[in-house]
């Protein structure tokens, strides 16, 4: 996996934070912890054995496919081989180079896409992880916790020239369904491991090649509790030529991007057709009692 050495920027529980993948390397992680759920929940164990979802059209790839795969604890991103990740007849991704989903039954759900990206949730099978060698260096039984999943979401990188500067009119192409990964103070044993509904909005405007403005807003709703996180990067971001991830080093401004009790990793995808993507995954905490649901969304502005 070649990650692309740049800064990510990462909002979380009311501080600047930031996370660094360098070349070589299979990813970071998240500066809040996430505790898995080991089955302790009283409710019922959803029905995750069976694929849902489908797609309008297979993903184009050109020379920035990328792809952001986030397990339950960490993510990687970067240029995805399409040749080492070929999509399945449903849409579906199941294999990114060194990550894969395995078993004698294997499920995805939230599957979309078209042409311009594709997405999902690994939700049944053993998620494994390997080593640039090929020996497995970790890996995760997916239904042993009722909360366990991992999510990614392919794309290809916003191509400098590529879209027409000014505002874009964002709308909602996909979520995969947020779940559980934290319960915060721990009081409830029941929270749902699903979040019942998720809405986005989304703002883009190119001010020239490589500068932009933009906000994400995801309101994320358990059927007990409701928050709106919302993410914007201070007056702009930068985001380097064909790399497609959001920098700000120099250009965030803290006391300005932290609206809510939200996490965000945000990058810029470019559709065939001059679209703008924003594929952001996001934790989004609730309550003050801190149970936070993480997801990913895709918005196409154009």
Known sequence: ???????????????????????????????????????????????RSNSSG?????????ATASMMLIPFNGFT?????????????????TKFENYELTGDKIAVKDIAGNQNF??????????????????????????????????YAVYNAYTQGATSVGKKTCEVSAFTKPYLTNWGD?????????????????????LADGKATFKISITTTNGRSTNTATYSPGQKADFATNSGIITGATTID?????????????????GLNKEVLLIASYTNQLSAKGERYSGQAIFTCK
């Open 1 to 47: 996996m070649t990650l692309v050495n740049k800064t990510l920027v990462s909002i979380a529980m009311g501080l600047a934070l930031t996370a660094c993948g360098g070349s070589g390397s299979d990813g970071g992680s998240w500066s809040a912890p996430q505790m898995p759920n080991t089955g302790s929940n009283s409710q019922e164990q959803t029905d």
């Open 54 to 62: 489908t797609v309008t059209a297979a993903f184009v790839p050109t």
């Open 77 to 93: 991103l970067g240029k995805m081989d399409a040749n080492r990740a070929a999509q399945n007849t449903d849409g579906s991704y």
């Open 118 to 151: 594709a997405i999902g949730r690994w939700s049944y099978g053993t998620a494994k992880q390997y080593k640039s060698d090929g020996t497995l260096s970790s890996q995760d039984v997916l239904q042993k916790s009722q909360n366990l999943y991992w999510t």
């Open 186 to 206: 721990g009081s409830s044993s029941t929270l749902p491991n699903l979040a019942t509904s998720t809405a986005g909005t989304a703002e883009f405007e190119l």
């Open 254 to 270: 803290p006391t300005s991007s932290i609206n809510s009790n939200g996490q965000f990793l945000v990058q810029v995808g470019q």
